[in-house]
C-alpha cells in the first residue's frame, strides 16, 4: 500500500472512523482525524497513532454541521499537510421516530451530517485534487443508501442523497485522476447501532442480547454485524491502484441485506 498519502477522516473517534484511522494509519497514511471527542482524548488518539505508525497525525474538531467548519478542516489539512490524496466522508448521527412525530431539528441535523457535509467537505477538496490529477473520495452511505426502513426517514434519505453524490461526483471527475465511491454498510456494533439495540430491549422488555439478535435477523440475512475492519479494508482497496477504475460505485457490505 502507498506510503506517504494524506487521508483526511471525517468522524475518526468512534466506531467505523475509528476503525479506518487505525487501518490508514497502520498502511502508512498521514492523517487528518476529526469528530467529538471528550478532552484530551482525540489528541492523544492522535498522538498513539504517530508513535505506532512512525506517521503525522492531525486532529481537527470540526462540528460537521456547519458548513464553514467544513471548508475549514479541508482547509485546514491542506495548509499542514499540502494536500489531500483521500477524503472520507464518515461522520453520521442518527434518530429513529414515525415521519409524522420526527422532530424537525433532528431531521436538520442528520441532513447537515450525514449529506450536506460530505457535499461542503468535497466541494473544498476537488480544486486540490484536480490540479494534481490526483484524488479518492470515499462516502460511508448505507445500506440506507439503497433500501429503506421505517422511522429512519431523515437517515434514509440523507443516505439516499450521498448515493446521488457519489454518482455525480464521479461522473464529473471521471478520466481525471479521482474517483468517488459510496460504502454501503449494513449493521455494524458501532455506539450508533448500540444505542438503537439497547433502546429496543428496553421498548420490548428482551435482553440485550435478544434484541441485537432480533435487529440482525430482521435485516441482515448473514446474521452477523458487518467488522469495522473489513470496511477499513474496503476503504484501502478502493484507494489501491487496482480501483483506478472503480468510480461511481456504491458497495454493499452487509450480509445480503440489499440482496433482498
Ligand atoms: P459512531 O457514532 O460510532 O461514530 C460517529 C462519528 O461521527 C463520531 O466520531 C462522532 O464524533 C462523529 N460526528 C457526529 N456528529 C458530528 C459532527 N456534527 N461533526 C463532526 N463529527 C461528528 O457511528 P458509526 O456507526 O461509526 O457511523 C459512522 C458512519 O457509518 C455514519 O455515517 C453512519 O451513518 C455509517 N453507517 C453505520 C452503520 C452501523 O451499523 N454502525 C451502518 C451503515 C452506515
Known amino acids: 500500500m502507498s506510503t506517504n498519502q494524506i487521508a483526511v477522516i471525517t468522524g475518526a473517534t468512534s466506531g467505523i472512523g475509528l476503525g479506518m484511522a487505525r487501518a490508514f494509519a497502520a498502511a502508512g497514511f498521514h492523517l487528518a482525524i476529526n469528530g467529538f471527542a471528550a478532552p484530551g482524548e482525540a489528541e492523544s488518539l492522535a498522538q498513539t497513532l504517530e508513535k505506532e505508525h512512525r506517521i503525522r497525525v492531525r486532529y481537527q474538531p470540526a462540528d460537521l454541521a456547519d458548513p464553514q467548519q467544513c471548508t475549514a478542516l479541508i482547509k485546514d489539512a491542506e495548509q499542514q499537510f499540502g494536500r489531500i490524496d483521500v477524503l472520507i466522508n464518515n461522520a453520521g448521527i442518527q434518530y429513529v421516530a414515525p415521519t409524522e412525530q420526527f422532530p424537525p431539528d433532528r431531521w436538520d441535523a442528520i441532513l447537515a451530517v450525514c449529506l450536506s457535509a460530505a457535499f461542503h467537505t468535497t466541494r473544498a477538496a476537488l480544486p486540490g485534487m484536480q490540479q494534481r490529477g490526483q484524488g479518492r473520495i470515499i462516502n460511508i452511505a448505507s445500506a440506507h443508501g439503497l433500501v429503506a426502513s421505517i422511522h429512519k426517514s431523515a437517515y434514509v434519505a440523507a443516505k439516499h442523497g450521498i448515493v446521488g453524490l457519489t454518482k455525480v461526483v464521479a461522473l464529473e471527475n471521471a478520466g481525471r485522476g479521482i474517483t468517488c ?37 430482521e435485516k441482515q440475512p448473514s446474521g452477523v454485524f458487518t467488522k469495522v475492519e473489513d470496511i477499513a479494508a474496503l476503504a484501502l482497496f478502493l484507494c489501491s491502484a487496482a480501483a483506478t477504475n472503480i468510480t461511481g460505485a456504491c458497495l454493499p457490505i452487509d450480509g445480503a441485506w440489499t440482496a433482498q
Do not use: Y
Open 181 to 217: 465511491n459510496a460504502i454501503c454498510p449494513g449493521f455494524v456494533l458501532t455506539p450508533l447501532v448500540q444505542k438503537q439495540i439497547d433502546d429496543r430491549a428496553a421498548q420490548t422488555h428482551v435482553s440485550v442480547e435478544q434484541a441485537s439478535r432480533d435487529f440482525l435477523c
